[in-house]
């Protein structure tokens, strides 16, 4: 049974203007450790930052919005095929737990200078 969905949308040239007028305290804000050693070698960093912005938003959407889930509290790395997977932690972890979550669906997708995701949350609501 579907317990949430969220999706978003983030400009990859918005996410570009911001890295170049913050930098990488912007990446180390929205990254995890883990996410930032993963994308370490990645070219375009705006490209990279703004799908996993949108899937991060995508991912507190799909918990109802809590206001205490912050970037830091959802991760995404890749498969061992490549695909994104979605953790929450701290925080999101524990809410994700209350609605009963037992898998976590993440798409990220990137057209036309946006990035865009889709968190679906699948479980037994309790």
């Keep these: ?3 949430g969905l ?3 949308v ?3 040239e918005r996410i570009r203007h911001a890295l170049e007028r913050f930098g990488d305290r912007l990446w180390e804000r929205v990254l995890t450790e883990n996410e930032r050693a993963d994308l370490a070698s ?4 705006a490209l990279v930052l703004a799908g996993r912005f949108a899937a991060k938003e995508a991912a507190a959407k799909a918990l109802g919005g809590q206001p205490d889930v912050w970037w830091q509290h959802v991760e995404i ?3 061992a095929r490549g ?3 979605l953790e929450f932690l701290g925080a999101g972890r524990a809410h994700a737990e209350r609605l009963g ?3 976590i669906l993440v798409s990220i997708t990137h057209d036309a200078g946006v990035a865009a995701a889709v968190v679906v949350l699948d479980g037994e609501y309790p």
């Design 101 to 103: 979550v037992r898998r």
């Design 6 to 8: 969220g999706i978003d």
């Design 1 to 3: 049974m579907i317990v």
């Design 10 to 12: 983030a400009s990859v």
């Design 83 to 85: 695909a994104p997977q």
């Design 42 to 45: 990645r070219a375009d960093r």
């Design 77 to 79: 790395l890749p498969d």
